[in-house]
């Protein structure tokens, strides 16, 4: 297969997300055309793409014209898509007409991040449905590549972990001494812009990707290092996150019995660019000044 020619015109979508963001970022840092797609051009976050050089297009993953419209010119597609906000049906509806919009456009690589372990018929919904996805893809005769990254660090930075910190409690549905596959969207990013920038070497892979492994009691520590507090771990019943997303409860019920499977050391062998961050150095690289007086709590944490 002939490399696309550098630089190329990507189309990114859930540019204004964590790891549509990450992925626009990092390519444009590499000196790639980056088409930012979004369904709100004039939100914070696409205007701080604008600035960065991105041209951002809108779109909507239920309106196929918008699709063709946002990828004309596009040599090459990062593509992303969530159940929340909606739903696991919703999530495959808008995973196909993205896809098949790609198709139409002949795009000459589609790079689809999933989840770790998704193609292992894991009864997660969440996870199926981009295993779904994903089937659909190596069905259109374009050139693809999954991506599947495994839990993601930036949760820790989210409100449903702070309210704990400052109570001096890390706290998740999962035994302390389990250890989890870990990756902050920054490392997803820069691997997604290193897979687009060779499709030659990665069409037709499926990898998952991690950078890190910790347990409970592991992050607790780190992040009670961070923030200047003694962190005592809790492991609080499944059934209080039930209540909540029986989704998410089967997610922490997987990771909790099975585990997420991701080669941590091979990653780092093979590809030492991405320059994979362990729990310790993200967790440096951020502001851990907890507030006192947070805003109200927010929900519990989700993979994208």
């Known amino acids: 297969m002939t490399q696309i ?22 390519l444009l840092q590499d000196g790639h055309q980056v088409l930012a797609l979004t369904r709100r051009p004039d939100s914070p976050a696409a205007i701080a793409l604008r600035r960065l050089g991105a041209q951002v297009r809108y779109a909507d993953f239920t309106d196929s014209s918008s699709l063709d419209t946002a990828l004309a010119g596009a040599t090459a597609l990062f593509a992303v898509t969530t159940p929340f906000g909606t739903d696991v049906e919703q999530e495959v509806r ?6 098949d919009a790609a198709a139409r456009a002949r795009l000459r690589h589609v790079v689809l991040t999933s989840a770790a372990n998704a193609d292992r018929d894991t009864g997660i919904p969440h996870f199926d449905s981009k295993h779904r996805i994903e089937r659909h893809l190596a069905t259109l005769g374009v050139p693809w590549t999954v991506i599947a990254p495994a839990a993601f660090m930036d949760q820790y930075a989210e409100e449903w972990t702070l309210r704990g910190l400052r109570e001096g409690v890390y706290d998740r549905p999962m035994p302390a001494e389990i250890p989890l596959a870990l990756i902050p969207t920054v490392d997803i990013g820069t691997f997604a812009a290193l897979v687009l920038a060779r499709p030659h070497e990665f069409a037709g892979r499926r990898i998952d990707i991690a950078s890190d492994r910790r347990s409970g009691h592991e992050i607790a520590t780190t992040l009670g290092a961070a923030c200047g507090r003694d962190l005592r771990y809790v492991e609080y019943p499944t059934d209080r996150i039930e209540a909540y997303s029986p989704d998410l409860a089967a997610m922490f019920r997987y990771f909790t019995t099975v585990g997420l499977d991701v080669d941590v ?30 805003t109200p709590a927010g929900t519990p944490p989700h993979r994208t």
């Open 5 to 26: 020619p550098y630089p190329s015109t990507i189309a990114v979508t859930g540019a204004t997300g964590a790891q549509g963001g990450a992925t626009a970022r990092a």
């Open 265 to 294: 050391a091979g990653l780092r062998r093979d590809y030492p660019g991405v320059g994979w961050h362990t729990l310790p150095e993200w967790v440096d690289g951020r502001s851990w000044v907890l507030d006192d007086n947070p």
């Open 94 to 99: 808008d995973g196909l007409e993205l896809l």
